[in-house]
Every structure is written in structure tokens, then in C-alpha cells.
């Protein structure tokens, strides 16, 4: 796949689902329903996927309906194709009566997709949500147990130390000389750390 210059080609068959040997995006075609398209088939066939930031490169083999291996380096086998349910975006190449050189995969689709999904929604949930540039961040009075161990960077401390109840988050940018985004970037990690508290 790497160094083609030819964009994918979306091609569907009688079902709705992605043609035999075709290539496409993931954006058209999520991996979830992707992997279960490859399932119903039951042959041989090598998904290879690859994405561009960062740029990766990985695969599933399919046998009979079930995947047999999966690579993502340096991940292999159950852990490869978890990893590679949380991408989003990157291009798909579809290669039949492909045989790997080892199985590594022990468990079902089924159960990885379960826990792939559970875990991309956890980590989608724990994101700290960026505050909008007029909103007031609030001071705590009174921190989280462990906070104390916490290590902030100079640049953390500054802003930490500028939070006063009444600036605004681009007044913070303005005083700070520092770009709003970034400003919204750090607010939200401190507010992940229990150190102030956002208002909506």
C-alpha cells in the first residue's frame, strides 16, 4: 500500500458491504463492521490497514470466519487487533488466499470487539473536555488525595498560579502570552488533575 499514488476505490456488493480484493477508507468502511464482513466471508483473506498520523502499518488475517492473526508492531495477536479498533481514519487493502506464518489470535471476534468498543468508550469518556475561551476557570481551596504528587511543569505552574476566579480563558492567554488554544489545552489537563474547576 505504501508509496501508491492511486486513491482507493469504493466499491459495494449486492449486500452493502465492501467487495472482495477491493481497497478503501475507513472513514467509508469502520474497522467494526469491516471485521465483520471479513467474519461472513469465511476464507483466507489479509486486511492490511495502514494510517498516515503516525504512520503505521497493520493486519488481520481471517480463516474460516475468525481472525488467526494480527499485528500491529510491536503488538501481535489479541492485543494488535484492540489497538487497531480504536483507529478511525487510514486505507484498507483486502488480499485473498492470504496464509500467515503463525496464529496469534486466541480469542473470538465477537469478544474482542466487545472489549475493543468498551475500551475505546472509556477513553472517550475519560478525555478532559477543553474550556470554550469565555468561560471563568474557578481556583479549588481544597485538592484531591494525591494531588500533592503531582508534578507540574513551570509552564503549568504559571497558569495554575494565574487562575484567580475572575480571568476569562482568553484573559489568561492574553496575560500569559500564550496562544488560546493552548491555554484550553492546559486548563483542561489541570481540571483532570482536581486542581481547578471548570465552569460550563
Known sequence: MAGSDQSPTRRTSAHGGPQRGMSGQLADYPLPELLQFLQGMRKRVHLLVERAEPRQ???IYFHA???I???LPPLEGDDAVLALLSWGQGRFLLIEDAVP????VASELQALLLEGLRRLDESTRSLPVCPRPESIPQPRTSFAAGSDDLLLTLREWRLLAAVDGSRSVSDLGHILGRDVAEIQ???ANLAASGLIKLTP
Open 69 to 71: 492473526h494480527a499485528y
Open 101 to 104: 506464518e503463525r496464529e496469534t
Open 57 to 59: 502499518s497493520a493486519g
Open 65 to 67: 470466519g475468525r481472525p
Open 185 to 187: 489545552r492546559a486548563l
